[in-house]
């Protein structure tokens, strides 16, 4: 009876290792990321109905420093409640940043993008500490700050990730982003737009071929303190889109649900990943080529850009010199993320000739409609 007992206790024993091993298994081998983690708690700052979001990953003190500082520049100054403003300290979360061939911080990173879903993000800035000659750089809706820069580094930077402004000084080499509308062919061009009374005209807007509205602002010198009449028209119509609109699911701002019950897809090339969290905000995803979603019927359901501009900024004593250019893909993966509504199955990206240039399953990774 006794041996009988052992035996019997014995193989209950094995069942549980077996059972847990399987279950680690299961777990290693899942492409889905883990619900958000509960180290990680998105704080508040400054938060209104709607509008922009921008979370920081940073200390309380500095993202203080850095809104504040936002908030007094025009027409920043004129939101004050369509802006809102979170963080992530370093004490929760430590940023995944590294240098992009030496010169500029990047900070554009999967791990980043995630620990930022805890908050609504439509911009997310990362402060890090560089030398002064290591550039500021801005990547889709991501801007990564040197703090040895001076605050007006911020505002330039996030002139790139709300409005996908091209530079405004003369850069060889430079790509000239598409879309960009703070860079015009000629004077008459800029002469004809909306509200133009006061609008000025001259040369060089990334290229020697463009004109800039404003003679030196903020996307010229970092010694600027405004924009410009037409860069701060082209800001406010963003500020008013991203105010008026509503969710994926087409909730009303308002009625959005918390962060903790919305997903997205996280694609890194053929690389699909299932957050939990809130998807960065998609009317500030730019880039050079295009990508579609399409429902198992074939129809196409969302569109969007990828392959975004990489822009540097430099600070010296006299112009910004610094390129913005197409990144090495081999350094660089573009990220693309999309929310999950329940009818995504293919995503498929174009090259720039609009020939479709890779297709990636979605369906079957385990997305639920939120």
């Given at each position: ?5 052992i ?84 004490t ?25 879903s805890?908050?609504p ?6 402060l ?59 004077c ?38 405004r ?54 905000g ?8 295009a ?80």
């Amino acid at each position: 009876m006794k041996k009988r007992t052992i035996l019997l206790a014995t193989f209950i024993a094995i069942c549980l290792i077996v059972s847990v091993s399987a279950l680690l298994i299961v777990n290693a081998n899942t492409n889905n990321s883990p619900p958000i983690n509960g180290q990680i708690t998105c704080h508040a700052l400054k938060e209104n109905p709607g509008g922009i979001n921008i979370v920081f990953l940073a200390s309380e003190e500095d993202a203080k420093k850095y809104s504040d500082y936002l908030l007094t520049i025009v027409p920043f100054s004129e939101y004050r409640d369509k802006l809102n403003f979170y963080y992530i300290p370093p004490t929760e979360y430590k940023a995944d940043c590294s240098l992009y061939q030496n010169i500029a911080v990047l900070c554009n990173s999967k791990e980043n993008i995630k620990a930022a879903s805890v908050c609504p993000n439509d911009i997310r800035v990362i402060l890090v500490s560089k030398p002064a000659s290591i550039r500021s750089s801005a990547l889709k809706g991501t801007l990564s700050l040197n703090t040895e820069h001076p605050l007006q580094v911020f505002a330039h930077e996030i002139g790139h990730g709300i409005a996908y402004f091209a530079e405004e000084y003369l850069s060889p080499g430079s790509t000239l982003p598409k879309g960009a509308g703070n860079c015009l062919k000629n004077c008459e061009e800029i002469q004809n737009l909306p509200n133009s009374k006061n609008y000025g005209c001259y040369p060089e807007c990334t290229t020697s071929d463009y004109n800039r509205e404003f003679p030196e602002g903020i996307m010229r010198t970092l010694h600027a303190e405004r924009y410009g009449n037409l860069d701060e028209n082209l800001l406010r119509e963003k500020i008013e889109k991203a105010s008026q609109k509503t969710t994926v699911t087409g909730l009303a701002i308002g009625d959005e649900k918390p962060c903790s019950e919305q997903q997205f897809y996280l694609i890194e090339g053929s690389s699909v990943e299932l957050v939990q969290g809130c998807p960065p905000g998609e009317d500030f995803q730019y880039g050079e080529s295009a990508y579609a979603i399409t429902n198992e019927e074939g129809e196409i359901t969302t569109t969007g850009q990828t392959n975004p501009v990489l822009f540097t900024t430099d600070y010296s004593d006299g112009p910004i010199t610094a390129p913005s250019v197409l990144p090495d893909s081999n350094e660089v993966q573009s990220v693309i993320t999309v929310p999950v509504t329940g009818d995504e199955d293919t995503l498929t990206i174009y090259d720039e000739r609009g020939n479709p240039a890779l297709q990636v399953l979605l369906r079957g990774t385990g997305a639920r409609p939120c």
